[in-house]
């Protein structure tokens, strides 16, 4: 099986399928809000891999477990966010936001993959190197400017911990932000930014661009320093880093605390 096409395949379907949308409308008022663009990217995914005869268990941001398609593969996982950033997807702000999913194989993020919304690039990676629009990339080891490290910090308890623990580093050679999400993440990968935090546990719906940056020749870990591991449902922490003195700067800060509940 080419996975590389299959998931870009579920990734230009998706974001096909949301220009078809002639109004985004909000379906609940909860912090993790849902729209109709979000079960309609969530579809899209769905029915490519139905129509294209994959077998593979599924696991959504829109599901509430784990759905079998085409009768189901424990071994073949799909690990999928319909739309990351949802919030500023329904103001119009698409240009940070992206459709992401990963496949696990044997429990192992062989393949991963990020699209950009807005213009239609796709980042992703296979088993050893990561690409944007089929051209290999790879971190560059010399970036202009100071080293910018993104959090995305939307209510207090993210705040607290999220400057609270890094904003130290400004007084070094480091600008902090309070925005991002998977897109900006891999853009790691490209030398957009440096690093990337995930300050609150969450599921691995949100590490797509960790693996793909990883694969270019990042570093990536919870922030007690730990190896990620890839259990659809475990919530974990994400450190995202371009490279190891940028890394150690971010853990220091954060490895003697325990945020991962």
Sequence with gaps: MNWINVGIGCIESAI???KEIKEVKALNSEINIQTNADLVSNKAIIN???DNKIKCNVFSEEEKGALKINGGNERIIFVVDPIDNTHLYL????????????ILVNGVPEYSFVGDISNEDIYYCDKSFAYKNEKRIRISSKIQGRNIILGWAPYK???????GN???????????????????????ATGNYDAYVEIRAETLNEFCGAVIVE??????STAKGEKIIYEPK???TLIIARNKKIYNAILNKLKDKNYEN
């Excluded at 103001?91 to 990963?102: D, N, P, Q, T």
């Excluded at 904003?167 to 993440?185: K, M, V």
């Design 16 to 18: 096909k399928e949301l």
């Design 48 to 50: 490519f891999l139905k």
């Design 91 to 102: 103001r119009g702000e698409i240009s940070f936001c992206s459709v992401a999913l990963m």
């Design 157 to 163: 308890l993210r705040i607290e911990r999220l400057f």
């Design 166 to 188: 890094l904003s130290d580093l400004t007084e070094d050679n480091y600008y902090l932000y309070n925005f991002g999400g998977q897109l900006q993440a891999v853009k790691i």
């Design 215 to 220: 694969r270019s020749g990042g570093i990536v």
């Design 234 to 236: 475990k919530k974990q």
